[in-house]
């Protein structure tokens, strides 16, 4: 097992190690050797071959759809779930072939559905239909504990709530709506933490990607608006703001930091432009966005110069 960076950090601060023998530990346990690099590429092409996969499935229904009877639609696509589900828990099937099966059969629910919902005409509302799906998969993201299979769950989520909110409540506050989803990535982050899922730190940095992406464009919009959840969204942009901007330091990892750097930027240009949309508003704004990335990199580097200290 390699060691982390924070392990790496430990050890030089409690060590008299010299710069040499640094940046070959560096080079041995955190730079991907040969090896590292074989199995990432193997699991990338796995990826992009269920995504080719996927794509080519929807695509020949798309293009032979009036030529297909209604069972065999359903039945090629019933099919594929039962034949991968069933793949899946042989046991000499490599694990993450397994993972990428069972991800690849909770896809294919979504496609039966939206088959289904074509042929019959069932009258159900669209999040009717994406909440089952979600439903449907939740067993199999536990089952498996899959990163890609949860960020599909997590993005399902999302998804049944913006079109609950789309058909079912008062479309007329966007506010609303990015509160909504803010509280939703905010829930996914906690949990996944305080029930110490064993996650790449990749993965976390996607739902904070996410968490920050909604909250960032609800404040930018509650200026000049007459929402009644500005005062909501500005105390989650607040606090989001402080606990990723904590979090960034004790993993001491810049990339939540920047992310809070571009955060700042979407919300004061918004602000800005909610004043004026002259000529001259725009100049402050592209100072202003210069001036910031300038400051936030120049003191990104002091800070990561600090934690190698």
């Known amino acids: 097992m390699k060691l982390s960076r924070q392990d790496i950090n430990i050890i030089v601060k409690n060590s008299n190690l010299n710069s040499q023998q640094i940046q070959d530990l560096i080079n041995?346990?955190?730079?991907?050797?040969?090896?590292?690099?074989?199995?990432?590429?193997?699991?990338?092409?796995?990826?992009?071959?269920l995504a080719f996969v996927v794509a080519g499935i929807f695509f020949f229904f798309a293009y032979n759809w009036d030529g297909?009877?209604?069972?065999?639609?359903?039945?090629?696509?019933?099919?594929?779930?039962?034949?991968?589900?069933?793949?899946?828990?042989?046991?000499?099937?490599?694990?993450?072939?397994k993972k990428i099966l069972?991800?690849?059969?909770?896809?294919?629910?979504?496609?039966?559905?939206?088959?289904?919902?074509?042929?019959?005409?069932?009258?159900?509302?669209?999040?009717?239909?994406?909440?089952?799906?979600?439903?449907?998969?939740v067993i199999w993201c536990f089952a498996v504990d899959f990163e890609i299979l949860w960020l599909i769950f997590v993005a399902?989520?999302?998804?049944t709530?913006?079109?609950?909110?789309?058909?079912?409540?008062?479309?007329?506050?966007?506010?609303?709506?990015?509160?909504?989803h803010t509280i939703i990535s905010s829930v996914f982050i906690i949990v996944f933490y305080k029930y110490k899922f064993s996650k790449p730190e990749w993965f976390f940095k996607i739902l904070f990607f996410v968490l920050l992406g909604f909250v960032s464009v609800g404040a930018a919009l509650s200026f000049g608006s007459n929402s009644k959840f500005i005062i909501p969204i500005s105390l989650e942009y607040f606090i989001i703001f402080y606990f990723v901007g904590r979090?960034?330091?004790v993993?001491?990892?810049?990339?939540?930091?920047?992310?809070?750097?571009?955060?700042?930027?979407?919300?004061?240009?918004?602000?800005?432009?909610?004043i004026s949309t002259?000529?001259?508003?725009?100049?402050?704004?592209?100072?202003?966005?210069?001036?910031?990335?300038?400051?936030?990199?120049?003191?990104?580097?002091?800070?990561?110069?600090?934690?190698?200290?």
């Open 156 to 159: 399902l989520v999302h998804l």
């Open 28 to 49: 041995d346990e955190i730079k991907p050797d040969q090896n590292s690099w074989k199995v990432f590429i193997s699991r990338a092409l796995l990826l992009l071959g």
């Open 161 to 180: 709530f913006g079109l609950y909110y789309e058909q079912a409540v008062d479309k007329n506050d966007p506010v609303l709506f990015f509160c909504i």
């Open 247 to 249: 979090h960034g330091i």
């Open 68 to 97: 297909l009877h209604k069972f065999v639609k359903l039945g090629i696509i019933a099919s594929l779930i039962v034949a991968s589900t069933l793949f899946s828990i042989r046991s000499n099937v490599n694990d993450l072939v």
């Open 102 to 137: 069972v991800s690849f059969a909770a896809l294919m629910v979504g496609a039966f559905f939206a088959v289904f919902g074509q042929i019959y005409q069932t009258g159900a509302s669209a999040y009717q239909l994406f909440l089952a799906w979600t439903i449907l998969i």
């Open 278 to 309: 002259d000529v001259g508003m725009f100049f402050a704004i592209c100072i202003f966005v210069l001036a910031a990335s300038i400051g936030g990199i120049y003191s990104m580097k002091k800070l990561i110069k600090s934690w190698n200290e």
């Open 251 to 274: 993993k001491k990892d810049i990339y939540y930091l920047a992310l809070l750097l571009i955060s700042v930027q979407i919300v004061v240009s918004s602000f800005l432009l909610n």
